[in-house]
């Protein structure tokens, strides 16, 4: 069994290629099964999570990503979420190799933002406001301006500290980035607003959006997490990662769908039906388009592949 450390992931899998290796997953036959989310008990602070997400293609390989997930963890300026990827022989179940799951994870994610923001995000975008400056923040703005010509970024975060940090070391001349504490102001001014964090309690305020705007939701993954509040989602057009899986893990669209402020129907596409041409993404240049995504076993699947196919 090979292990890939961190620098292996980090030569494989650049965000061109992985947006396409992604783009042929969701057009493929993979298998994904319901992942399995169990609490731990907490020797301090809130509650830690272990969520096991297994993927597979028949009689090819068979993936699991085991993440571990403690908000305590942020106090110290440490990951809150850590995570191992396991490759299995699909015909044997061989161990084949053990990835470095953290760097897997966000650089996946980026790369489904970005799949999701070349159809959805006005070609024209050149203003982004990153909610939220933890280890998925840097990941996120850099695959968002890989696909739209972005060339200023607002960081917002509940630690304007780290959010100064993040913003310090991406800024460059011809790439501003700079730290906000106006939220709202941010997000009326941004013509794409990326959120990726744990907060329970929704940030983003409908009555913010402006015309013509996309939104990158990344971090909620579980009910209890909430970035947006119902008006948010009923002023844009919804689309998910799956049809499926999304409304189930994600705490805006569960608590919209729960009071009825949204309808099942009123998810206009997932990125199955995106990638494959079956729906359409943005219809017109002042749309608002939402984009919610929970994380697939198989984009995991389909990174740790072309990850071993070039280490």
């Known amino acids: 069994m090979r292990i890939l450390a961190a620098s292996d992931v980090a030569g494989a899998l650049d965000l061109e290629s992985t947006v396409e290796r992604l783009r042929q997953a969701w057009r493929g036959q993979e298998v994904q099964p319901e992942p399995m989310e169990l609490d731990l008990p907490a020797l301090e602070g809130p509650g830690a999570t272990l969520s096991l997400l297994p993927a597979w293609q028949l009689g090819r390989f068979i993936g699991l990503r085991v993440t571990t997930a403690f908000p305590g963890n942020e106090e110290r300026d440490a990951p809150v979420e850590m995570s191992s990827y396991l490759l ?52 996120l703005i850099e695959a968002h301006a890989k696909v739209r010509p972005i060339c200023n970024v607002l960081i917002w975060s509940r630690n304007p500290a780290r959010a100064k940090r993040l913003a310090k070391r991406m800024d460059r001349r011809d790439f501003r980035v700079s730290a906000t504490d106006d939220l709202a102001d941010a997000v009326r001014g941004a013509h794409v607003i990326c959120s990726a964090t744990r907060s329970p309690d929704p940030l983003i305020e409908g009555a913010w959006l402006q015309d013509g705007q996309h939104l990158d939701l990344v971090g909620s993954t579980r009910p209890q997490v909430c970035e947006c509040d119902a008006a948010t989602l009923e002023r844009g057009r919804l689309f998910v990662d799956s049809r499926e899986e999304t409304p189930r893990r994600s705490g805006e669209i569960a608590a919209a769908l729960a009071t009825g402020a949204i309808q099942p129907g009123d998810i206009a596409a997932d990125l199955f039906e995106l990638t494959r041409g079956e729906r359409a993404g943005r219809r017109y240049y002042d749309q608002i388009t939402l984009f919610k995504s929970v994380g697939l076993g198989l984009a995991d699947l389909a990174a740790a592949q072309l990850v071993l196919q070039r280490r």
């Open 88 to 139: 299995l022989d699909g015909r044997s179940g061989q161990p084949v190799a053990l990835i470095d799951g953290a760097l897997l994870v966000r650089r996946r994610a980026a790369a489904t933002s970005a799949l999701a923001a070349g159809y959805l995000a006005r070609p024209d975008s050149e203003r982004l406001l990153m909610i939220g400056a933890g280890a998925m923040a840097a990941h």
